[in-house]
């Protein structure tokens, strides 16, 4: 099956960037969608960004636009997010996901998930 696997969270102070990686393995991307996630304690896990299978399009959550980029290298299997001018509201674990779908839906069902990478924004 196919194995998602996060990378790049941690400390920033507001208005820092940082840039998160999914990494796949045992399938290819270039047939599924990829979403990202987030969840912060004791709230729902709310869709932040959406990619399609080949990169043409892509969907933003209302609080990120502007600020958030997402980005697929299919050569790599693996899927980016950008994430600039960071606020104290993004601070939550970040998740990947991977669905059977070419086209991209920020909050839709998901078949793959990763296990999260903690982004922390605070002074």
């Known amino acids: 099956q196919l194995q998602l696997v996060e990378s790049g969270g941690g400390f920033v102070q507001p208005g820092g960037s940082l840039r998160l990686s999914c990494a796949a393995s045992g399938l290819t991307l270039d047939y599924l969608a990829i979403g990202w996630f987030r969840q912060a304690p004791g709230k729902e896990r709310e869709g932040v960004s959406c990619i399609s299978s080949r990169g043409g399009s892509t969907n933003y959550a209302d609080s990120v636009k502007g600020r958030f980029t997402i980005s697929r290298d299919n050569a790599k299997n693996t899927v980016y997010l950008q994430m600039n001018s960071l606020k104290p509201e993004d601070t939550a674990v970040y998740y990947c996901?991977?669905?059977?779908?070419?086209?991209?839906?920020?909050?839709?069902?998901?078949?793959?998930w990763g296990q999260g990478t903690q982004v922390t924004v605070s002074s």
């Open positions: 996901a991977a669905r059977w779908q070419a086209m991209c839906v920020v909050n839709a069902d998901y078949d793959y």
